[in-house]
């Protein structure tokens, strides 16, 4: 009834085939068959692994920049590296990038998500720049970027205690804020004067977003500067309701030279002036109080100096009262004792034809009378819940710094200035400080600033309408504000640290930044105790002669300590230094000022800038230009009467009349200078 079929799904096997078994002979070519099967797969897939990571390289890969997970490098169009920036915060995840046109963009570090990218853009022919941002997504993470410097020589940033040119790194500093602070009291903090720009000598530039809670750092030894952004233990701030998420953000551009480069980035980047201070500034010089009288000032010794300006046949822009004619800090009244009769010594004044500037400052001490109305306006910077003004400790004391954020402390300050100009026929003021060293670490603002040195810049707007013959000694983002902006005290001193050697390399750095109507502190430096070389009362006559030959050749001098206080002899050198100022320096001085408004381009300048291949111009710190056609070299040695002085390339002639026709850069060895000469260059 049922077959039996062979075979079958759970049937029964009717006949069964023996199995044949496999002799030892055939074993060996099956071995070597698997063995070959997987070198065969192996090798598909690492041509296939190859083919990727071509695919991923040639992505990774934008024009002349190559980005790997640890940084990136940039090219210049002859191939050379340019630039380099490695990350410290993260290393790249490279599979979770992608390139979009111009655009590399990563999402993820190893251990983490972020939004990061670089963007290139090709703005003109001549320049190439690359947008970068990396922005953690956690709170209280820093980014931290470092950017190799060995490859060139760097300039600006900020001014510095002891001033170099090209900047010059030494030990090793974690990222500390990037923020003004007042230098003479602080010798190894940042200056007063400060913008997040760095220019380097193989024509790159680098400028660091506005918006970056930016700390800088650095480590000689690894040749890197740090560039971090970071909230955590830092003054710096988010927007009100937003996460402290860092974000790093910058520009690097590239271009065909230092001067070229320099140009496009002040165009596109910086504010510029929009008018030029009075003419008379440029022509005239300074005469102030603070070096000769410091605090000790009354009307007698105002008047008294007054007359020797006169007497000695000097000309004078305007009369500085400096520090200190009110009784206490805060007060907008002349003290009665040293002042009995300020009224007629004004007009005295006037008559004589002095315009008279003072002194001014942005702090209210305790024992004002002016203490306890700001105290009940709410004008005053507060501590960090903002319920109670903050105190702080200045160079004369304590006391509470007016906010000027605050629109109504802004009215209370200007009504104040505007109270002496109209009653005492003031003409300008001297804005001394507004460093953010001087607000507490932590502290709260009418309105609210993420960046500490905003407070810099709202400061300084104080001064717009005075400009035409206003004086502020710091700055950010305060270019366009249009007068005159000054260094830090200097010191009677010789040396790199404050003294006369660091008053070209501090004004070279200053114009780079972009603020080009530069007065460079008093002529002999300001003769603190202790801080004068050979610690007399007076500057070191030597010292003296030498800094006011190297004034004459600055947009603007200013005396203190008069030269009537030497001999005759300093008299007639001051006079001759100050008619050729006037006839020389102002007219060159005055016609570039004009170009500023349009260009933001300096006009005091560094030997570079017309000769931009010179590995040897790259490094005069001694040496400087005014415009393109006028070069100076003033002795800052004691005891020498001669220098060596380099001549770039070009057509010369000497304030001695010696003509120079050279093809190639040279030297001029020992070249001799009396005292009372500075050597100086005419390009034809």
Not at 329 to 357: R, V, W
Not at 475 to 499: A, H, K, M, T
Request: with cysteine.
């Amino acid at each position: 009834m049922y077959q039996v079929v062979p075979g079958g799904a759970g049937g029964t096997i009717t006949d069964v085939i023996p199995k044949q078994k496999h002799s030892k002979d055939t074993r060996p070519l099956v071995g070597a068959g698997v063995i070959g099967l997987v070198l065969v797969i192996a090798a598909v897939t690492a041509w296939c692994y190859y083919i990727a990571s071509l695919r991923k390289a040639e992505l990774l890969k934008t024009q002349l920049l190559d980005l790997n997970k640890d940084g990136y490098i940039i090219r210049n169009q002859g191939g050379s590296i340019v630039f380099r920036m490695d990350f410290r915060s993260g290393t790249l995840d490279l599979d979770s990038c992608s390139k979009e046109g111009e655009i590399l963009s990563c999402g993820r570090t190893t251990d983490r998500n972020l939004n990061f990218f670089i963007e290139t853009v090709r703005p003109k022919d001549t320049v190439q720049c690359y947008r970068v941002r990396w922005e953690e997504l956690v709170p209280d993470i820093p980014v931290e970027h470092a950017m190799t410097y060995k490859f060139a020589h760097w300039y600006g940033g900020a001014v510095s205690a002891i001033q170099h040119w090209p900047i010059s790194i030494s030990g090793q500093q974690a990222p500390k804020p990037f923020v003004t602070s007042d230098i003479y009291s602080n010798r190894n903090e940042f200056g007063g004067i400060l913008e997040s720009y760095w220019l380097s000598s193989n024509a790159t530039a680098i400028k660091i977003n506005n918006s970056v809670p930016f700390h800088l750092g650095w480590n000689d030894t690894e040749k890197t500067m740090y560039f971090q952004a970071r909230y955590n233990d830092s003054p710096f701030k988010p927007n009100p309701g937003e996460a402290p998420c860092a974000e790093l953000s910058y520009r690097v551009c590239v271009g065909l030279d230092v001067t070229s480069i320099h140009k496009y980035m002040v165009r596109r980047y910086f504010n510029k002036p929009n008018k030029v201070p009075a003419k008379a500034m440029f022509r005239h010089p300074i005469w102030s109080t603070w070096s000769l009288h410091k605090t000790d000032i009354d009307q007698e010794k105002l008047l008294t100096y007054a007359a020797n300006i006169r007497k000695y046949n000097f000309n004078c822009s305007h009369l500085e009262l400096d520090d200190r004619y009110t009784s206490r800090y805060g007060d907008f009244e002349f003290d009665t004792t040293k002042f009995p009769n300020a009224s007629a010594m004004f007009q005295k004044l006037k008559s004589d034809g002095f315009l008279m500037s003072l002194w001014i400052h942005p702090f209210v001490n305790y024992d004002s009378e002016n203490f306890h109305t700001c105290v009940e306006r709410g004008l005053f910077v507060r501590e960090p819940t903002g319920r109670l003004p903050a105190l702080v400790r200045w160079w004369n004391g304590i006391g509470g710094i007016l906010d000027f954020t605050n629109p109504e402390a802004r009215d209370w300050f200007s009504s104040q200035l505007r109270s002496l100009r109209s009653r005492y026929g003031v003409s300008s003021f001297k804005f001394d400080a507004g460093e953010t060293n001087y607000l507490p670490w932590k502290f709260s603002t009418r309105t609210p600033i993420r960046d500490p040195s905003f407070f810099t810049r709202r400061y300084t707007e104080m001064a717009i309408p005075y400009n035409d013959r206003a004086e502020l000694r710091s700055g950010y983002q305060s270019q366009n504000i249009s007068c005159f902006f000054r260094p830090i005290d200097r010191d009677s001193v010789w040396g790199y640290e404050l003294g006369l050697k660091s008053l070209i390399p501090t004004v070279l750095t200053i114009s780079i930044l972009g603020y080009q109507f530069i007065l460079p502190d008093m002529i002999g430096g300001n003769a603190y105790l202790n801080r004068t070389d050979g610690n007399r009362a007076l500057p070191d006559r030597e010292l003296y002669i030498r800094w006011l030959e190297l004034s004459a050749f600055m947009p603007s001098m200013q005396f203190s300590i008069p030269p009537w206080e030497y001999d005759n002899e300093v008299v007639e050198i001051a006079r001759k230094y100050t008619a050729l100022h006037q006839s020389i320096v102002a007219p060159r001085v005055l016609e570039l000022a004009g170009e500023v408004l349009d260009t933001g381009d300096p006009i005091i300048r560094p030997l570079w800038w017309i000769a931009t291949g010179d590995e040897t111009a790259y490094k005069i710190d001694s040496q400087f230009l005014i415009g393109d056609d006028l070069m100076v070299a003033p002795v800052l040695e004691p005891g020498k009467q001669e220098r060596d002085i380099y001549l770039p390339t070009g057509h010369w002639i000497s304030y001695k009349g010696e003509r120079y026709d050279i093809k190639k850069p040279r030297h001029l060895t020992d070249y001799p200078v009396d005292l009372d000469e500075i050597a100086y260059f005419v390009w034809v």
